[in-house]
Nanobody
Framework: QVQLVESGGGSVQAGGSLRLSCAASGYTASRNCMGWFRQTPGKEREGVALIYTGTGRSYYADSVTGRFTISQDNAKNTVYLQMNSLKPEDTAVYYC???????????????????WGQGTQVTISS
């Protein structure tokens, strides 16, 4: 089992920045990647960014490329999402996810991840 705990959500104005953290604990060998997803009411959960913890290879959704950066601190079993130039459309509940999957493929599909955090609210005002 893997437990994920997110932190760092909040409210900022458009153009601002936030950094989310996701601390993982438990049986780390059961995951090779960690990522961030987000969801708004009435919409499906969508992949934002993913990082493979062994190699650092990362993937981003087109909507956040150039604005968001995913990174990791393996010593702390923690993954971060630095979000810059935030827009009102970035408002959502952000979830950390972890799983064991091959590189690339349909990485934004939330069904491919086994472990989930509780979510943290991010609100961007215009």
């Amino acid at each position: 089992q893997v437990q994920l705990v997110e932190s760092g959500g909040g409210s900022v104005q458009a153009g601002g920045s936030l950094r989310l953290s996701c601390a993982a604990s438990g049986y780390t060998a059961s995951r090779n990647c960690m990522g961030w997803f987000r969801q708004t009411p009435g919409k499906e959960r969508e992949g934002v960014a993913l990082i493979y913890t062994g190699t650092g290879r990362s993937y981003y959704a087109d909507s956040v490329t150039g604005r968001f950066t995913i990174s990791q601190d393996n010593a702390k079993n923690t993954v971060y999402l630095q979000m810059n130039s935030l827009k009102p459309e970035d408002t959502a509940v952000y979830y950390c996810a972890a799983g064991m999957r091959p590189y690339g493929g349909n990485w934004p599909n939330p069904k491919e991840y086994t472990y989930w955090g509780q979510g943290t609210q991010v609100t961007i005002s215009s």
